[in-house]
């Protein structure tokens, strides 16, 4: 069973930049998809970003063109690029793959984005 660690969250302002990263306790070359997850206070989890083992990659609405989701297979590893943050995009970050395999859900990484 596969278990993910997140980080690289933290407090930015609006307009500010941050990197997720996702590491797995094993590999991830044969799992198909990966996503990024998104949960804010009293909302369900979402999914944000998803990219396949061939690097299609598809994204949410609320984050399009300012996300973009990598994965490096040699070091069992999905990256998460987020700029130009907004207030709304406050939640804590989990990885998972997609469709997200209940039993692997790591800790995730806060990200606050407050001036």
């Known amino acids: 069973q596969v278990q993910f660690v997140e980080s690289g969250g933290g407090l930015v302002q609006p307009g500010g930049s941050l990197r997720l990263s996702c590491a797995a306790s094993?590999?991830?070359?044969?799992?198909?998809?990966m996503g990024w997850y998104r949960q804010a206070p009293g909302k369900q989890r979402d999914l944000v970003a998803g990219?396949?083992?061939?690097?299609?990659?598809n994204y949410a609405d609320s984050v399009k063109g300012r996300f973009t989701i990598s994965r490096d297979n040699a070091k069992n590893t999905v990256y998460l690029q987020m700029n130009s943050l907004k207030h709304e995009d406050t939640a804590i970050y989990y990885c998972n793959a997609d469709p997200p395999d209940f039993d692997s859900w790591g800790q995730g990484t806060q990200v606050t984005v407050s001036s």
């Open positions: 990219i396949t083992n061939s690097g299609s990659t």
């Open positions: 094993g590999s991830i070359f044969s799992i198909y998809a």
